[in-house]
């Protein structure tokens, strides 16, 4: 792991002095991003199959690309988070789907999840100090094929899809009250039509019915926070889908629920970084669920582009953090797995530590001003900054290897445990 040596150091502290001239502490700021957890989505590593067994991927999710070493078992997809999380910094969480129940051979229906199929994984995350996130999977599963889980029209159905619910929101307050974090548990259904619907309002009406249902048992928000999660189209679900942005932002708002936003669920031409500051004006808390679109909902591993730098600087500007909530989600097979984890991961962390450096209440202060000349330029000339020497000592400071040194340690896991798999 890395040494601070003197070339580290001295430009580290050129950069310190470098910020310091608009005000800006860069120990306070490292002390502040140290505690900003983001949460790693558990299904990158093995391709949203979990353990069910359950077949092939259906809800218009697809993972495309073949690399060798997909973790198989629980076991193995414990490996390799414990991989990634030696090669980022700072604060994380673990993202579960409930497809990720360890039931030891037994098959029990997603309806009838309990905490104790989920009790290795808490016994891990008290290991490795981590909180864990959950949410339940309405997707590949049989009662799921025809495209309807929460607004299916079959009463019974609909019935399964309620209880499954109801019990993630179970496992989630368990989460919660084991580990002493609240787990967010996020709803998010594939729910819609292919073609032009005749009726709109009936499924959305059946849906509004059964979150009510999912959400009536109380759960302490100390244990567990309830989020909902809107979708614009996606494979199957082309014309219509149920769960809209203005249902779940209607919803959110009525239920004081959080409202989950991700970055790949909207018309290529919208991005969520607009939306944020809007969505807070009426709701205590979000989720964001930061991923890559390139075409539609694609989750590309995240890049250090101009959304995700705009995301994080919505949140920083706006004094958000304590109310936002930074998840990951995308699946990458083409690639290392673990790669993606640490390319995405670190990538997003960049990006915060980027917004956490600018002078914002300089910039404001120009903007109120009417100096909107001042505002562009200084806006542009902090893009050069040395704030990558910061990120070099950061990541020094936390033990975790400094730049590209990472992806050294990923091909010798790879050719140790990966290879034989």
Not at 1 to 25: C, S, W
Not at 143 to 163: K, M, Q, V, Y
Not at 203 to 209: A, S
Request: glycine content about 6%; charged content about 25%; proline content about 5%.
């Amino acid at each position: 792991m890395p040494t601070i040596d003197h070339v580290l150091e001295q430009n580290y502290r050129n950069a310190k002095d470098v910020y310091a001239r608009f005000g800006v502490d860069t120990d306070e700021v490292l002390t502040k991003l140290s505690t900003i957890a983001i949460s790693l989505h558990c299904w990158q590593g093995d391709d949203v199959s979990g353990f069910e067994g359950s077949g092939d991927l259906t809800g218009g999710i697809q993972v495309t690309g073949s690399y060798p070493g997909r973790a198989r078992n629980p076991q193995e997809l414990r490996q390799d988070i414990e991989q990634a999380l030696s090669l980022i910094p700072g604060k994380l969480r673990l993202n579960l789907h409930a497809l990720y129940a360890e039931t030891e051979g037994e098959r029990v229906e997603r309806n009838q999840l309990q905490p104790k199929h989920f009790e290795n994984w808490v016994q891990w995350a008290k290991t490795h100090k981590l909180g864990l996130d959950f949410n339940p999977s309405f997707f590949s599963h049989p009662l799921s094929n025809d495209g309807f889980t929460l607004s299916h029209p079959d009463p019974a159905i609909r019935s399964f899809w309620i209880e499954h619910g109801q019990a993630c929101r179970r496992i989630g307050g368990y989460f919660g009250k084991e580990l002493g974090v609240p787990c967010v548990t996020n709803i998010w259904i594939p729910d819609g039509y292919k073609d032009i619907p005749i009726d709109r309002v009936a499924p959305r009406q059946r849906l509004l019915e059964a979150l009510d249902t999912i959400l009536a048992e109380p759960i302490s928000k100390a244990h567990n926070l309830d989020a909902v999660e809107s979708k614009l189209f996606g494979i199957g679900s082309e014309s219509y889908v149920v769960g809209s942005h203005e249902f779940y932002l209607g919803y959110a708002t009525r239920n004081n629920t959080l409202l989950c936003l991700d970055s790949g669920h909207f018309h290529p031409t919208e991005v969520i970084s607009n939306k944020i500051s809007a969505a807070l004006l009426f709701l205590d808390q979000i989720l964001l669920h930061v991923s890559r679109p390139v075409r539609w909902d694609s989750d590309h591993v995240v890049v250090f582009d101009d959304e995700l730098q705009a995301i994080m600087e919505e949140i920083v500007r706006g004094d958000f953090l304590e109310r936002t909530h930074l998840g990951l989600d995308f699946f990458d097979a083409s690639i290392n797995r673990i790669a993606a984890w640490v390319i995405g991961t670190r990538n997003a962390q960049k990006a915060l530590l980027k917004a956490l450096l600018e002078p914002t209440s300089m910039l404001r202060e120009l903007e109120l001003a009417g100096d909107l000349t001042a505002r562009l330029a200084l806006s542009e000339e902090l893009k050069a900054y040395p704030w990558s020497a910061v990120w070099d000592y950061y990541c020094a400071t936390q033990n975790v290897p400094i730049r590209e040194a990472w992806l050294q340690e990923v091909r010798n896991y790879e050719q140790r445990e990966l290879s034989n798999r």
